[in-house]
């Protein structure tokens, strides 16, 4: 039963460079979604997905794009890494888009720019 | 402009006792919150919910309260048991469109045995 699974678990990047985060769903699930959470700080939504082939915006999508060729995956692309990128990764998924439809989380990935 | 607040960064509460978390925010759109639990190296996890036209919703232990005219939320525990200690996360839901939530700072919660 696994979920959400999210890889890596953590990654060290140098400013510039360039990575993919990936994410995994077994739910069959149509939402999928990214968040990232900084130190003291709530989780900030960065980009969504309602459907394989449908991406849009969140609060903080500059620097990252995504894709969402199938149903199962929700990759998080970073062109060039910057230290504010610095943060916690987390991927979730929702079977439906109501408030009683919850999102299951990843376990983050570790991320450090420098 | 931090649409949902929780204002105490930490609580500790005596194991047994009641836990009460608060959260508070502006926006009048938001129809649902939510509550997550957090442990260290996991994500968050689904806890409880309540919709912007109840004021109650139960479940177990766990009580969480809507006063949509002091547009304030709370999460009440009770009793608290160690395993209760996590950070938790009020978020809430904007009308429109997929689950986009807004969430909290969140609060870590120690129940001292």
């Known amino acids: 039963n696994a979920g959400v699974t999210q890889t890596p678990k953590f990654r060290i990047l140098k400013i510039g460079q360039s990575m993919t985060l990936q994410c995994t769903q077994d739910?069959?699930?149509?939402?999928m979604y990214w968040y990232r959470q900084d130190p003291g700080m709530g989780l900030k939504l960065i980009y969504y997905?309602?459907?394989?082939?449908?991406?849009d915006k969140g609060e903080v999508p500059n620097g990252y794009n995504v894709s969402r060729s199938t149903t199962e995956d929700f990759p998080l692309r970073l062109e060039l890494a910057a230290p504010s990128q610095t943060s916690v990764y987390f991927c979730?998924?929702?079977?439906?888009?109501?408030?009683?439809?919850?999102?299951?989380f990843g376990n983050g990935t570790r991320l450090t720019v420098t | 402009d931090q649409q949902v607040k929780q204002n105490s960064p930490s609580l500790s509460v005596q194991e047994g006792r009641i836990s009460i978390l608060n959260c508070d925010y502006t926006n009048s759109m938001f129809d649902y919150f939510l509550w997550y639990k957090k442990y260290p190296a996991e994500g968050p996890t689904f806890l409880i919910s309540i919709s912007s036209i109840k004021d109650k919703n139960e479940d177990g232990r766990f009580t969480v309260f809507l006063n949509k005219s002091a547009k304030h939320l709370s999460l009440h525990i009770v009793p608290s048991q160690p395993g209760d200690s996590a950070v938790y996360f009020c978020a809430a839901r904007i009308i429109q469109g997929a689950q986009k939530l807004v969430f909290g700072q969140g609060t870590r919660l120690t129940i001292n045995p």
């Open positions: 997905s309602v459907g394989a082939g449908i991406t």
């Open positions: 739910m069959n699930h149509n939402y």
């Open positions: 979730a998924s929702s079977y439906r888009a109501g408030g009683n439809s919850p999102l299951h």
